[in-house]
């Protein structure tokens, strides 16, 4: 099924995305985001062909919220979470940063997972107990010990609640270089394949994580929210924090560095 949810992100993301990168009709969506027509176009494929590998409904961000409260009912028993293009701004000025990502939920949890990147054609899969991969090759990549002032960490500040956290995550943070490029779903893929070792997101929407939280814990990454300590867990799935840490004792120390500053 892994390979199958691969192929199919891949066919999308040729048939309905790429030949209109650059030339794509934009709009604004009621929240103020903007939308294309790709992303229309790739969420309506992904709606046909997805029940071909699992019939479960499925769960697109160009949904209305009504509509995604509606089958998101159907958790327990399976529902796919698709995001058909992550990083849209990117997308629209023509930044070649940017994903397609779906999930296979169950009880609450992703259980598959496929994120791809078509400008560096980049297939980043995972199954959950299974592992996780980049276009077939186990992640991580590299996992080289650092020390918390050496690290790379993907951080997001505007999600922040915290006035106080984000203050100090601009001011005396503990890391050593910082990132936003514009893509959560790629954030979690960078982070699992070690190119980012530390990351610290104020609120994803669903479609924004679950694929590539499953993807990085597969990887071998440890997680949590600014809430507490189990990811997963908690009410608020629309919308979720994340602190995340790919070696075990930098996750801890950035964690603990987070718990003090909040």
């Not at 934009?26 to 046909?48: C, I, M, N, P, Y």
């Not at 560095?257 to 909040?262: M, T």
Request: hydrophobic share 40%; net charge neutral.
């Amino acid at each position: 099924m892994l390979n199958r949810l691969a192929e199919l992100v891949r066919e999308v993301a040729q048939t309905a995305v790429m030949p209109r990168f650059l030339n794509a009709s934009v709009s604004t969506k009621s929240d103020g985001t903007r939308l294309t027509e790709a992303d229309l176009h790739a969420q309506a494929l992904f709606a046909q062909k997805l029940p071909q590998i699992i019939n479960c409904p499925m769960l697109g961000e160009e949904m209305s919220a009504d509509e995604q409260q509606a089958i998101w009912q159907h958790a327990a028993t399976g529902l796919w979470v698709v995001d058909p293009i992550d990083g849209t701004n990117n997308f629209i000025n023509g930044l070649p940063h940017f994903a397609l990502s779906v999930a296979y939920i169950r009880h609450g949890r992703a259980q598959l997972g496929a994120i791809f990147h078509p400008m560096m054609q980049e297939m980043f899969t995972a199954e959950r107990g299974r592992g996780a991969w980049l276009n077939g090759r186990p992640l991580p990549l590299r996992n080289t010990p650092k020390k918390l002032h050496e690290s790379i960490a993907g951080v997001e500040v505007k999600y922040l609640r915290s006035g106080k956290l984000a203050s100090r995550m601009q001011t005396l943070h503990p890391f050593g270089s910082q990132r936003s490029m514009g893509s959560s779903t790629l954030d979690w893929c960078y982070l699992a394949a070690g190119r980012y070792d530390l990351y610290l997101h104020g609120g994803q929407k669903l479609w924004d994580y679950a694929a590539g939280a499953l993807i990085y814990e597969e990887a071998g990454g440890r997680l949590a929210t600014l809430e507490g300590d189990d990811f997963w867990s908690g009410e608020h799935v629309f919308k979720r924090s994340v602190i995340a840490g790919l070696q075990p004792d930098l996750f801890e120390r950035w964690l603990a560095w987070i718990r003090a500053n909040q």
